[in-house]
Nanobody
């Protein structure tokens, strides 16, 4: 069955960096777009970034553009999110998601599977 297991979150100071990753199994990783989404009590669920199958096409929410970089290693079945210049408002539970075939990485309704999330906390 499909499994998405996030790791690499944690505590960082404002201006610092973290690199969450997502180990995928149970499906042909290279055949599907993938995305990161995040959830906070105040803002709810928010799309963060997405990447298409071969990794060449990447997209970012305006709130993280220029600070976050999404990437994937199809040989290792792993998705990454390099987070630089972190801000307190980046504090959230970050989810790795598998986008349905033919789906749009920025549309939450196109996410077919979700991991359990990894917590990122940024202190000011």
């Amino acid at each position: 069955q499909v499994q998405l297991v996030e790791s690499g979150g944690g505590l960082a100071q404002a201006g610092g960096s973290l690199r969450p990753s997502c180990a995928a199994s149970g499906f042909t990783f290279s055949a599907f777009p993938m995305s990161w989404a995040r959830q906070t009590p105040g803002k709810g669920l928010e799309w963060v970034s997405g990447i298409y199958n071969d990794g060449r096409d990447t997209y970012y929410a305006d709130s993280v553009k220029g600070r976050f970089t999404i990437s994937r290693d199809n040989a290792k079945n792993t998705l990454y999110l390099q987070m630089n210049n972190l801000r307190p408002e980046d504090t959230a539970l970050y989810y790795c998601t598998k986008v349905r075939a033919g789906g749009v990485v920025s549309k939450i309704e196109d996410y077919a599977y979700w991991g359990r999330g990894t917590q990122v906390t940024v202190s000011s």
